[in-house]
């Protein structure tokens, strides 16, 4: 079958005869006539089949026919929701492609970059909006974007919103949409949230399945290398080498893995660039212009690229790191074997990822071809752990070879090298050297550094003073303050005994002077003995609280006549005022 037996018009066709495009893939021949009469479709197929443009060219077509209520503005009439930026880039290249000689206009938008272009470009009128569910509840929280004029809903890679978390975001953008549409799902796999999300969405679709979900295109030649974790970037440059250094789309699990791998493969000569979602928008384009340009070598991406990255006739994908979701599988190598073309597969096994590998082969029903000569086969072999550095405290500086600093004398801590003397010496450090003149040195004691005025001070500084040990008890030393608060419970009892014979005089306070500015107290405050609450100032001048009953009054006639006058006084004020 031809595109022209699809009813198709003049322009469309016209566009799909510059790309080359000349007979339909199976989902875009199943798919094309249902959207073409305006029904429901839900698709099913893998990566790689042709589905943009199975939803794209009849969409394209629709749109060219005039509105019941045709509006001076352009209003979006379509609305593609794809889960990541490079897919709705890819998107719209489909759709300026294949609208050259319709004269509709497209927009797309996303997350991590300025928003300012996409809202000039909404701002004079859009036909067709490709958005990522972030960006786009933005722009609404924003009134820049308006979801009443949508004619068509494409819902695009349908599993993978749902693995990146964004079926609450569709959920909310579903609900501003007309009730009067037509709803395009398509989806790689079909799990069973993405079949209630269907029934929800969908009223009597028709159900394209091209081939059974979750497996792999034929043509594809699936290799497994059984080699353990720390050979994989070894294999992996000898695998890229064996190839002729071809196009090779590498995918890690985490993102420092992807940067790391990179890095290591430019270290060998080998061109490679990373990209994964903490790069820029900027990067992660220039990265994928300079692989589709041939420029690099290597691409390393995340999942996050496992869909959307649409390269014709790459040769070559490597798992470095099996997925643990083993659909996620099916949608890596879907980057390769495209359009019907010829790829190589290949994934690194360790022996950690063994069970990765048993779930891939159950779901795609087929067993992986295990390649056994190559240079770095699996002996159990792990990586040696770095070699731990010799720790060095924070205020301790490297010595410095030559004369000291002038100008500033050099002071050594006794305490602090005593406690880092054991440390250096058993990592083999040097000593510290022989210094006559610091043990002639007089040692300062407490006593030399505070010595006792009167009799009453030297009494106060006993009484503070810690008990000395006697000639039975365990020394422990300074360095080692755990130790020493371990056998400290030992000596409890005996210093409370100490300290229970000890009587400590109290100093004499200088008495206060009165403060300028200060009230004075009045003779009548003086007779009753000092402030308000019974506090009274003692001889020595110790303030200490007194509390005392107050005296019991008994109330008379003209007591009781006063407060019932004011009580009055107060209540009449209250009525005046309001």
Not at 16 to 21: A, K, N, P, S, V
Not at 24 to 49: C, F, K, N, S, Y
Not at 337 to 359: H, N, P, V
Request: net charge positive.
């Amino acid at each position: 079958m031809r595109f022209e037996q699809l009813q198709l018009n003049q322009e469309l066709l016209r566009a799909l005869g510059d790309i080359g495009y000349q007979e339909p893939t199976p989902i875009q021949e199943q798919a094309i006539p249902p959207v073409l009469e305006g029904r429901d479709v839900l698709g099913l197929a893998q990566t790689g089949t042709g589905k943009t443009a199975a939803f794209a060219l009849p969409i394209l077509q629709r749109l060219e026919t005039p509105r019941e209520k045709q509006t001076a503005s352009r209003h979006i009439r379509t609305l593609v929701l794809t889960p990541t930026r490079e897919l709705a880039l890819q998107i719209q290249e489909s759709f300026v492609s294949y609208a050259k000689y319709t004269g509709l206009r497209s927009a797309v938008i996303f997350g991590g970059v300025s928003q300012n272009p996409q809202v000039q470009k909404l701002q004079k009128g859009v036909d067709i909006l490709i958005a990522t569910p972030g960006r786009l509840w933005d722009l609404i929280g924003q009134n820049y974007i308006s979801l009443k004029e949508i004619e068509c809903f494409v819902l695009d890679e349908a599993d993978r919103m749902l693995d990146m978390g964004f079926f609450p975001d569709v959920k909310r953008i579903v609900k501003l949409l007309p009730e009067k549409r037509q709803t395009l799902l398509f989806s790689a796999t079909m799990p069973r949230e993405i079949q209630q999300l269907a029934d929800h969405l969908l009223t009597d679709p028709i159900h394209v399945a091209v081939t059974p979900a979750a497996t792999t295109v034929e043509k594809i030649r699936q290799q497994v290398y059984m080699v353990d974790r720390c050979n994989k970037r070894a294999l992996l440059a000898h695998v890229i080498r064996e190839n002729g250094q071809q196009q090779t789309l590498v995918f890690t699990r985490t993102k420092y893995g992807a940067d790391r791998v990179a890095r290591d493969l430019n270290r060998i000569g080998i061109s490679a660039a990373a990209i994964h979602g903490d790069k820029s928008q900027g990067a992660r384009q220039r990265a994928l212009s300079d692989f589709k340009t041939d420029k690099i070598c290597a691409l390393v991406a995340t999942d996050i690229a496992a869909r959307g990255i649409d390269i014709s006739g790459l040769p070559f994908v490597i798992n470095f790191d099996l997925p643990e979701v083993p659909e996620t599988y099916v949608h890596r190598i879907g980057r390769t074997g495209r359009a019907g073309m010829e790829g190589t597969a290949i994934s690194f096994c360790d022996e950690g990822q063994t069970s990765y590998l048993i779930d891939i082969e159950e779901l795609t029903g087929k067993r992986l071809e295990e390649v056994e000569e190559h240079p770095h086969p699996m002996t159990g072999e792990k990586a040696a752990p770095p070699e731990p550095k010799p720790r060095q405290a924070q205020n301790q500086r490297p010595k410095q070879d030559g004369a000291k600093r002038q100008g500033k004398p050099q002071t050594k801590n006794t305490t602090s090298d005593a406690r880092k003397e054991p440390r250096n010496t058993a990592q083999g450090a040097e000593k510290p050297k022989h210094d006559p003149k610091r043990e002639n040195a007089p040692k300062k004691t407490e006593q030399a550094v505070r010595e006792p005025a009167t009799a009453q001070d030297a009494a106060a500084q006993k009484a503070t003073r810690k008990p000395r040990r006697k000639s039975g008890e365990r020394q422990v030393a300074a360095a080692h303050p755990q130790a020493e608060a371990r056998h400290a419970a030992e000596n409890t009892q005996q210093v409370r005994t100490e300290r229970k014979d000890i009587k400590v005089q109290p100093e004499k306070v200088q008495p206060r002077t009165a403060e300028p500015g200060r009230r004075k107290q009045s003779a009548a405050a003086k007779s009753r003995g000092g402030n308000r609450g019974g506090r009274r100032v003692m001889d020595d001048d110790t303030a200490q609280v007194e509390t005392r009953p107050l005296p019991k009054r008994e109330l008379n006639d003209s007591i009781r006549a006063k407060i019932a006058s004011k009580v009055a006084d107060i209540l009449n004020k209250r009525n005046t005022n309001r």
